[in-house]
């Protein structure tokens, strides 16, 4: 039994359905269908009709569904991360009652010192380079600087070779 004639969309496959239905009562006399199986067919078309209506009002009501679910996810989400951070802020709440409420608990940072540079240089050439050098004050790391290809090492002489392929002096 072959039905490769028919549509595959829904919408036109109803519609070959009233059409073949009408016309199927038309040419009454001339097929080999009695008017029973007409009406039956026509019962099926809008059986059909309504399982379709009933299949779009379905799916608009669950994406109203879901636009609804995801404004209140989001107005969730936004209260979670507005007290989240209230809390983190609090140095009142320990660690062990954040972790308890499902929180993120990160080590508190050490704090840094800066520390001054001595014997500030800087220097201006010709060609609108401008060169800045200073020795490093104590327990300060040594800097190298990379900017558009141009390598400058502060602080000290050998290490920007290890990083860049070069030796600066200072």
Not at 32 to 47: H, N, R, S
Not at 95 to 113: C, E, I, W
Not at 125 to 148: E, F, I, M
Request: glycine share 4%.
């Amino acid at each position: 039994m072959s039905s490769s004639f028919l549509p595959a969309s829904d919408e036109k496959l109803d519609s070959w359905a009233v059409n073949f239905a009408d016309k199927a009562t038309k040419y009454a006399a001339q097929i080999p269908l009695t008017a029973t199986e007409i009406k039956a067919l026509d019962t099926a078309q809008q059986e059909f009709n309504a399982a379709i209506e009933s299949h779009v009002q379905a799916v608009q009501a669950a994406h109203a569904l879901r636009i609804a679910k995801l404004v209140t996810r989001r107005k969730l989400t936004d209260l979670a991360s507005a007290y989240n951070l209230r809390i983190q802020a609090d140095t009142n709440t320990s660690s062990a009652a954040k972790t308890d409420m499902g929180l993120t608990v990160r080590r508190k940072p050490l704090p840094v010192t800066p520390l001054r540079p001595i014997q500030v240089t800087v220097t201006g050439a010709d060609n609108g380079v401008n060169t800045a050098r200073w020795k490093p004050g104590r327990k300060q790391a040594r800097h190298c600087l990379s900017y558009r290809g141009v390598h400058r090492q502060f602080g000290a002489v050998g290490s920007c070779r290890e990083r860049h392929g070069e030796t600066l002096r200072p």
